[in-house]
């Protein structure tokens, strides 16, 4: 059985030769660091805004949901169990920022 040559799968110094890099645009040394900070401040207003825009909607969700239930006997209640005329409305406390409008 003859063997087949091992050179011709090996490959040759001439087709290395021939192979080049895949040009890259060269940007100028301002658009280099204008670009990466243009990118990224496009990306965290893209976030900011697709988070700002759930919330937004999440919260007139649940302001219809609390709107039905906030009766004068619940809101009664509310207080007698808080003892806000004491304690002081826990709607109203610094750490109760997310339910600022």
Same mark, same amino acid.
């Given at each position: 059985?003859? *063997? %087949? #040559?091992?050179?011709?799968? !090996?490959? #040759?110094?001439?087709?290395?030769? =021939?192979?080049?890099?895949?040009?890259? %645009? =060269? $940007?100028? &040394?301002? %658009? @280099? =660091? *204008?670009? &990466? %900070?243009?990118?990224?401040?496009?990306?965290?207003?893209?976030?900011? @805004?697709?988070? #700002? @825009?759930?919330?937004?909607?999440?919260?007139?969700?649940?302001?219809? *949901?609390?709107?039905?239930? /906030?009766?004068?006997?619940?809101?009664?209640? !509310?207080? =007698?169990?808080?003892?806000?005329?004491?304690?002081?409305?826990? !709607? /109203? /406390? $610094?750490? /109760?920022?997310?339910?600022? @409008?």
């Amino acid at each position: 059985m003859a *063997i %087949a #040559h091992p050179q011709a799968f !090996r490959p #040759h110094m001439q087709t290395a030769a =021939k192979a080049t890099a895949p040009s890259v %645009a =060269k $940007l100028g &040394p301002i %658009a @280099s =660091k *204008i670009l &990466p %900070a243009v990118v990224t401040a496009g990306a965290i207003y893209t976030v900011g @805004s697709y988070v #700002h @825009s759930q919330l937004t909607r999440e919260a007139g969700t649940m302001d219809k *949901i609390f709107a039905q239930q /906030n009766t004068p006997e619940v809101e009664e209640a !509310r207080r =007698k169990a808080l003892l806000v005329e004491t304690n002081g409305d826990p !709607r /109203n /406390n $610094l750490l /109760n920022f997310l339910g600022w @409008s």
